[in-house]
């Protein structure tokens, strides 16, 4: 801290005391805290430290340094800051071989590297062998203050430190890197300037223009679908046909949970970050090194099915996840440190939360899932500096709301309609679109019968303002297979008829392909990617059904299956070729047997689910490694919008839910259940390179880039793994 009078440096920095450590306190200084306010925040004090919003994270956080210090334990971090640091807030000066010398916050360390935060607070690996020298600086950067401040500045400032209480109340806690940490770190790093310091680094700023722009930085993959039109496409071209049998396995992040990883990362500016069960991690993107892990304890309990987690979001410095649990968490994207934590939603409702959640603007939206439990879901958004909700969409309208007349009698009750894969946003209407999943009571409709149940199994268009409902299009009225409309919605601007037209892309659960228009909600196109037998066509829209396929106490075969024609698995669009690329399983079918629907209970299933008998469900159904075609198989499928016609198939023979994607120099990725991961031609399904990481690919594969390289990563089973170019 630079005060105008002497210009004397102090900078001030925190530890957290153990109770063993807490000594009884001293009477309270006599100082003006307003004053050692103004003496801190206008000069360099927050060149290191951060207070609320403002400051650095060099240093450690002083936001609620006053609840965790006493004023006698402050006074002697500013006279003996020796004494008070701890082994997680030590610096690390590193010089190049070129003779750049760095100092900067150390975070991590192996045989081979170092991690760091430098003075721009961007997260940085150094490659030992690419050094001259390292150093790890064990002692504090600043000199003691004694003598060089008035005895009534440092009172003062003492006065304004104890003021400070935070209140975040956060549940989390950081491992690798504790801006909570101890007392005792550093001083201003000689060049930096007050404004540098307070400034937003190269990562900040992605609320709004960043994500809104995300096609002139491909080296990053900013959004779970990597753009608001949710294309699964990147302009990245490094890796071509010719050179992608070269790629390598470069890095895996395994974490400590063995759930299936079905989570997209995150890339920015060089740091990849995603997110398993009860950790979120920031890893170096070329080398998987980690710079800080953040974790909240999920209560295994809070489990209705399989803890999985679809992604984080990003925006400006934080990061959002959405805990199965029901918790919203905003996390320091510097630090691991949690910002906010807001608990949405009662677990025990029979509610949880794994969407990947998407920011637009200052808000930051997503829904629950209910799981078959009967509890009715919802769309909000909630303000990202805060954590506020700022508007809520019901997905089962209430008495008095349009569409509530389309659930018999009281039905509406526990008509369900959860959320549970990431909707997109076109920014030239301010529309964000979200599919809604399937009604409950799901495989028998009982007491929903024989209404259409908005708004389940339904696309929904959203002022991403106000929540407020501008068009939808229900996919499956009256559905009593389970096929939930919460696939990817993509976007696109296609030659329709010989005119330009902003439309929506939807591969759908029900086995049909869908065009709308993205403005209106217009059908243009809905047209069968896989084989069934419920639909007879299109009334203006509407499907047809055809009248035999229902619940039957002998079992129907409905196709496709329960679990559709495709999922969740994300789907890609390539503007180069003009395909839509869907991951599906073909020749699918099962059996729908009916049940007389058991009145709803709390804490029970309410699924309508027939009791298990011959040829019902999976019974019966051929093992994998027996199969025929005929029997069931999986694809990658390429589809043209404008037609509906299928191009071409890359055909497995176990079922797929790997997402897709695709690239500028026309490749695409995707895997499967047999636990291969592949590079296909875009344009004709070509296999080009494949490799086996044994297990299930579940997770959509991105690409990115690092350090002036293309590289590609996907999940299988309970790992993250990263492929590059070279050895």
Same mark, same amino acid.
């Given at each position: 801290?630079?005060?105008?009078?002497?210009?004397?440096?102090?900078?001030?920095?925190?530890?957290?005391?153990?109770?063993?450590?807490?000594?009884?306190?001293?009477?309270?200084?006599?100082?003006?805290?307003?004053?050692?306010?103004?003496?801190?925040?206008?000069?360099?004090?927050?060149?290191?430290?951060?207070?609320?919003?403002?400051?650095?994270?060099?240093?450690?956080?002083?936001?609620?340094?006053?609840?965790?210090?006493?004023?006698?334990?402050?006074?002697?971090?500013?006279?003996?800051?020796?004494?008070?640091?701890?082994?997680?807030?030590?610096?690390?000066?590193?010089?190049?071989?070129?003779?750049?010398?760095?100092?900067?916050?150390?975070?991590?360390?192996?045989?081979?590297?170092?991690?760091?935060?430098?003075?721009?607070?961007?997260?940085?690996?150094?490659?030992?062998?690419?050094?001259?020298?390292?150093?790890?600086?064990?002692?504090?950067?600043?000199?003691?203050?004694?003598?060089?401040?008035?005895?009534?500045?440092?009172?003062?400032?003492?006065?304004?430190?104890?003021?400070?209480? +935070?209140? =975040?109340? /956060?549940? @989390? !806690?950081? $491992? *690798?890197?504790? %801006?909570? #940490? &101890?007392? +005792?770190? =550093?001083? /201003?790093? @000689? !060049?930096? $300037? *007050?404004?540098? %310091?307070? #400034? &937003?680094?190269?990562?900040?700023? /992605?609320? @709004?223009?960043?994500?809104?722009?995300?096609?002139?930085?491909?080296?990053?993959?900013?959004?779970?679908? @990597?753009?608001?039109?949710?294309?699964?496409?990147?302009?990245?071209?490094?890796?071509?046909?010719?050179?992608?049998?070269?790629?390598?396995?470069?890095?895996?992040?395994?974490?400590?949970?063995?759930?299936?990883?079905?989570?997209?990362?995150?890339?920015?500016?060089?740091?990849?970050?995603?997110?398993?069960?009860?950790?979120?991690?920031?890893?170096?993107?070329?080398?998987?090194?980690?710079?800080?892990?953040?974790?909240?304890?999920?209560?295994?309990?809070?489990?209705?099915?399989?803890?999985?987690?679809?992604?984080?979001?990003?925006?400006?410095?934080?990061?959002?996840?959405?805990?199965?649990?029901?918790?919203?968490?905003?996390?320091?994207?510097?630090?691991?440190?949690?910002?906010?934590?807001?608990?949405?939603?009662?677990?025990?409702?029979?509610?949880?939360?794994?969407?990947?959640?998407?920011?637009?603007?200052?808000?930051?939206?997503?829904?629950?899932?209910?799981?078959?439990?009967?509890?009715?879901?919802?769309?909000?958004?909630?303000?990202?500096?805060?954590?506020?909700?700022?508007?809520?969409?019901?997905?089962?309208?209430?008495?008095?709301?349009?569409?509530?007349?389309?659930?018999?009698?009281?039905?509406?009750?526990?008509?369900?309609?959860?959320?549970?894969?990431?909707?997109?946003?076109?920014?030239?209407?301010?529309?964000?679109?979200?599919?809604?999943?399937?009604?409950?009571?799901?495989?028998?409709?009982?007491?929903?019968?024989?209404?259409?149940?908005?708004?389940?199994?339904?696309?929904?268009?959203?002022?991403?303002?106000?929540?407020?409902?501008?068009?939808?299009?229900?996919?499956?009225?009256?559905?009593?297979?389970?096929?939930?409309?919460?696939?990817?919605?993509?976007?696109?601007?296609?030659?329709?008829?010989?005119?330009?037209?902003?439309?929506?892309?939807?591969?759908?659960?029900?086995?049909?392909?869908?065009?709308?228009?993205?403005?209106?909600?217009?059908?243009?196109?809905?047209?069968?990617?896989?084989?069934?037998?419920?639909?007879?066509?299109?009334?203006?829209?509407?499907?047809?059904?055809?009248?035999?396929?229902?619940?039957?106490?002998?079992?129907?075969?409905?196709?496709?299956?329960?679990?559709?024609?495709?999922?969740?698995?994300?789907?890609?669009?390539?503007?180069?070729?003009?395909?839509?690329?869907?991951?599906?399983?073909?020749?699918?079918?099962?059996?729908?047997?009916?049940?007389?629907?058991?009145?709803?209970?709390?804490?029970?299933?309410?699924?309508?689910?027939?009791?298990?008998?011959?040829?019902?469900?999976?019974?019966?159904?051929?093992?994998?490694?027996?199969?025929?075609?005929?029997?069931?198989?999986?694809?990658?499928?390429?589809?043209?919008?404008?037609?509906?016609?299928?191009?071409?198939?890359?055909?497995?023979?176990?079922?797929?839910?790997?997402?897709?994607?695709?690239?500028?120099?026309?490749?695409?990725?995707?895997?499967?259940?047999?636990?291969?991961?592949?590079?296909?031609?875009?344009?004709?399904?070509?296999?080009?390179?494949?490799?086996?990481?044994?297990?299930?690919?579940?997770?959509?594969?991105?690409?990115?880039?690092?350090?002036?390289?293309?590289?590609?990563?996907?999940?299988?089973?309970?790992?993250?793994?990263?492929?590059?170019?070279?050895?």
């Amino acid at each position: 801290m630079s005060t105008g009078m002497t210009g004397t440096i102090i900078v001030l920095v925190a530890t957290t005391l153990t109770a063993q450590e807490t000594t009884p306190s001293t009477p309270v200084l006599r100082g003006d805290a307003a004053s050692g306010r103004a003496l801190v925040e206008s000069n360099k004090c927050l060149d290191c430290h951060r207070v609320g919003d403002a400051g650095s994270r060099l240093g450690p956080d002083l936001s609620d340094v006053g609840a965790r210090r006493t004023a006698d334990r402050l006074l002697r971090a500013l006279v003996a800051p020796d004494d008070e640091v701890l082994p997680e807030n030590r610096f690390v000066r590193v010089s190049t071989k070129e003779g750049t010398t760095v100092t900067g916050k150390l975070l991590n360390q192996d045989a081979f590297s170092i991690q760091l935060m430098n003075s721009d607070q961007l997260l940085k690996t150094y490659l030992k062998s690419a050094l001259r020298d390292f150093a790890i600086v064990q002692k504090g950067l600043m000199p003691s203050y004694e003598g060089s401040l008035s005895a009534q500045q440092v009172t003062d400032v003492v006065s304004y430190l104890s003021t400070l209480k +935070g209140g =975040m109340g /956060a549940k @989390g !806690a950081m $491992s *690798a890197m504790s %801006a909570m #940490g &101890a007392m +005792g770190a =550093m001083s /201003a790093m @000689g !060049a930096r $300037s *007050a404004t540098s %310091a307070k #400034g &937003a680094s190269s990562a900040e700023g /992605a609320t @709004g223009s960043r994500i809104l722009a995300a096609e002139r930085e491909p080296h990053n993959w900013l959004t779970y679908s @990597g753009t608001y039109a949710s294309q699964r496409y990147s302009l990245l071209k490094d890796i071509t046909r010719d050179n992608v049998k070269d790629l390598s396995l470069k890095w895996v992040w395994r974490p400590k949970y063995l759930d299936k990883m079905e989570s997209t990362p995150l890339v920015v500016d060089g740091v990849l970050y995603t997110v398993q069960n009860s950790e979120v991690v920031a890893l170096d993107a070329a080398t998987g090194r980690s710079y800080w892990t953040f974790r909240y304890r999920v209560p295994p309990e809070s489990n209705a099915y399989v803890m999985v987690v679809k992604g984080l979001a990003f925006a400006d410095d934080r990061l959002f996840w959405a805990t199965y649990d029901g918790h919203l968490i905003a996390i320091d994207a510097k630090t691991g440190a949690a910002l906010w934590n807001k608990t949405i939603l009662d677990w025990k409702q029979g509610l949880q939360l794994n969407v990947a959640p998407l920011v637009v603007k200052d808000k930051v939206i997503l829904g629950p899932a209910t799981n078959e439990f009967g509890t009715n879901c919802w769309i909000a958004a909630y303000d990202v500096r805060t954590g506020s909700e700022v508007w809520r969409f019901k997905t089962v309208p209430e008495p008095g709301e349009k569409g509530n007349d389309t659930w018999p009698g009281d039905s509406w009750k526990h008509g369900g309609a959860p959320i549970w894969v990431t909707g997109s946003y076109d920014p030239a209407t301010n529309l964000t679109f979200w599919g809604t999943g399937n009604p409950n009571p799901g495989w028998n409709g009982g007491p929903r019968n024989p209404g259409d149940n908005l708004y389940a199994d339904s696309v929904v268009a959203l002022d991403a303002d106000t929540g407020k409902l501008k068009w939808h299009y229900q996919f499956t009225p009256n559905d009593e297979f389970d096929w939930d409309s919460v696939q990817v919605p993509v976007l696109a601007d296609l030659d329709w008829n010989g005119k330009p037209r902003k439309v929506m892309l939807w591969a759908n659960r029900n086995g049909f392909a869908y065009v709308l228009d993205r403005t209106t909600g217009e059908f243009l196109l809905g047209k069968a990617f896989v084989k069934q037998n419920w639909n007879l066509g299109f009334d203006n829209g509407r499907p047809v059904k055809d009248p035999k396929i229902k619940p039957t106490p002998e079992g129907t075969r409905v196709e496709p299956g329960t679990q559709g024609g495709t999922n969740w698995y994300s789907p890609s669009f390539s503007p180069r070729t003009g395909l839509l690329y869907v991951s599906v399983w073909d020749n699918y079918s099962a059996i729908s047997r009916y049940a007389e629907v058991a009145p709803w209970e709390e804490g029970k299933k309410y699924t309508g689910r027939a009791p298990a008998g011959p040829g019902g469900g999976a019974a019966g159904r051929t093992p994998v490694g027996y199969r025929t075609e005929d029997e069931g198989y999986g694809a990658v499928r390429a589809i043209d919008p404008k037609t509906g016609e299928k191009k071409w198939d890359f055909k497995m023979v176990d079922y797929t839910e790997s997402g897709v994607l695709t690239t500028a120099s026309d490749l695409l990725f995707a895997g499967g259940r047999e636990g291969h991961f592949f590079a296909l031609d875009a344009r004709t399904g070509e296999l080009l390179w494949k490799t086996n990481l044994g297990g299930t690919v579940a997770n959509g594969p991105i690409t990115f880039a690092a350090d002036g390289k293309q590289y590609v990563a996907v999940a299988a089973e309970g790992a993250l793994y990263v492929f590059g170019l070279g050895h």
